[in-house]
């Protein structure tokens, strides 16, 4: 069964302050590993998607690395409206997974001024 | 240009009620996904469309959870008797349809059952 395990659950920093977000999994095969955004009362916004170990993609203050055990967001400089829960999810090869994404419960990240 | 659309954003019903909620996806999205989101928790899947042919129904809780999508493009996922416990956002997300097209979501339907 595909697991996705996120930590810290929840992080605090001041503006400014850079930092990592992790996202550990077991999947049986990786086609994929997806960050998602999701702000209060609405949908995941997507961010990035990495395909294999040793890949690194960058958007404005974040970057996303991945291994063959987990990945990690870094935050670099964050700033308030950066302020998020951040979701990863992986999808796996095979007949029987299909298109579905395995969720992790996400980190609820808080930048203040 | 437009993107996933629910509606209603809310819905309370009585425990015992039925409810269908609605999903317009991405205009040309061949693929069609819902998911179920505890508070505080990530979004866990429910069932795949590929244009209307229901793919997998592996992540429904139960056959009281019911989804279609007759013509290929508008999505309803209906629940039927109504319980508590189905308390959640329920989203929509749709892609172009090849397995590692993104998803993108629907901004979801609160279902509160009282």
């Known amino acids: 069964e595909d697991q996705v395990t996120q930590s810290p659950e929840a992080l605090r920093l001041q503006e400014g302050e850079s930092s990592s977000l992790n996202c550990s999994y077991t999947v049986s095969g990786l086609r994929g590993l997806f960050w998602y955004r999701q702000d209060p009362g609405k949908g995941p916004e997507f961010l990035f998607t990495l395909y294999s170990a040793g890949e690194e993609k960058e958007k404005e203050r974040l970057k996303a690395t991945l291994t063959k055990k987990e990945s990690f967001l870094h935050i670099t400089a964050p700033k308030p409206e950066d302020s998020a829960t951040y979701l990863c999810?992986?999808?796996?090869?095979?007949?029987?997974?299909?298109?579905?994404?395995?969720f992790g419960e996400g980190t609820q990240l808080t930048v203040n001024p | 240009g437009a993107g996933v659309s629910q509606s209603p954003r809310y819905k309370v019903a009585k425990r015992g009620q039925d409810v269908a909620l609605r999903c317009d996806p991405i205009?040309?999205?061949?693929?069609l996904f819902w998911y179920q989101q505890a508070l505080g928790q990530g979004p866990e899947f429910l069932t795949y469309f590929q244009n209307e042919a229901q793919l997998d129904k592996s992540g429904l809780p139960s056959d009281r959870f019911f989804a279609e999508r007759p013509e290929g493009s508008v999505s309803t996922l209906k629940i039927q008797r109504t319980q508590q416990e189905d308390s959640a956002v329920y989203l929509c997300?749709?892609?172009?349809?090849?397995?590692?097209?993104?998803?993108?979501f629907g901004p979801g339907t609160r279902l509160t059952v009282l």
């Open positions: 997300a749709s892609s172009l349809g090849r397995p590692t097209d993104t998803q993108y």
């Open positions: 999810a992986v999808q796996a090869k095979g007949e029987t997974s299909g298109s579905r994404l395995t």
């Open positions: 205009s040309g999205h061949v693929s």
